[in-house]
């Protein structure tokens, strides 16, 4: 088990360009999770999905942030026209049933930097 | 919105002390309290959960859960310089539309 994989390890993009960072979630899990972690904020929920499908994307910044998840294998977030506050860690994780009671799994992180 | 809180920021223990780590959340029908380990560049890891009142105890760790004061502590008995890593105290509510809040964590140094 490789456990919850993230492409790529560390991006860097100029400002107004755009970032899709990837996550394969461990195979048999039906949630997936996507935070953004920082030292000023901590980790913050942005969206979460649940057999596919969108449940929870009320941490999202509207406008420039997207999120999918095409299959249940990998999903997908996209930030388009980067700002240098879109930097940060951002934290896939996934977890066998979307419940509190279910522990998280979480990958190591694509850390962007936006110039 | 849930809010959780963590303290302190940071702690220094000696090898072999008892280190105790503490969060405080919102609302009271939080379902679930997991504490998470994270080590510098990588992901957190879940270390142990509780969802009643009362402790729970695995190993080297216990956590204690309190709802009426909406309080959650977790000890490290017999810290290791291993355990030196960033601890973050997450609530969730149940229902279907389930969405986890973390504090900001408490880095923890465990020195020889």
């Known amino acids: 088990n490789a456990g919850v994989i993230q492409t790529p390890r560390h991006k860097v993009t100029g400002k107004g360009q755009e970032a899709t960072l990837w996550c394969e979630p461990i195979s048999g899990h039906s949630a997936v999770f996507w935070y953004r972690q920082t030292i000023v904020q901590g980790l913050e929920f942005l969206t979460y999905?649940?057999?596919?499908?969108?449940?929870?994307d009320s941490g999202m910044p509207k406008e420039r942030f997207s999120a999918q998840m095409p299959n249940q294998s990998h999903s997908t977030l996209k930030i388009q026209s980067t700002q240098p506050q879109d930097s940060a860690v951002y934290l896939c994780a996934s977890s066998l049933v979307g419940q509190g009671y279910a522990e998280q799994f979480f990958g190591p992180g694509t850390r962007l930097t936006v110039l | 919105q849930e809010k959780v809180q963590q303290s302190p920021e940071s702690l220094i223990v000696p090898e072999g002390a008892m280190s105790s780590l503490n969060c405080t959340f919102s609302n009271s029908a939080s379902q679930s309290i997991w504490w998470y380990q994270q080590h510098p560049g990588k992901g957190p890891e879940a270390l142990i959960?509780?969802?009643?009142?009362g402790n729970k105890k695995e190993g080297r760790l216990t956590v204690y859960l309190n709802r009426a004061s909406l309080h959650v502590s977790l000890h490290i008995r017999d810290s290791q310089p291993s355990d030196s890593a960033v601890y973050l105290c997450?609530?969730?509510?149940?229902?279907?539309?389930?969405?986890?809040?973390f504090g900001k964590g408490t880095s923890l140094v465990v020195h020889p």
């Open positions: 959960s509780i969802f009643s009142n």
């Open positions: 997450a609530a969730s509510t149940s229902g279907g539309n389930y969405k986890p809040t």
């Open positions: 999905f649940r057999n596919q499908a969108p449940i929870d």
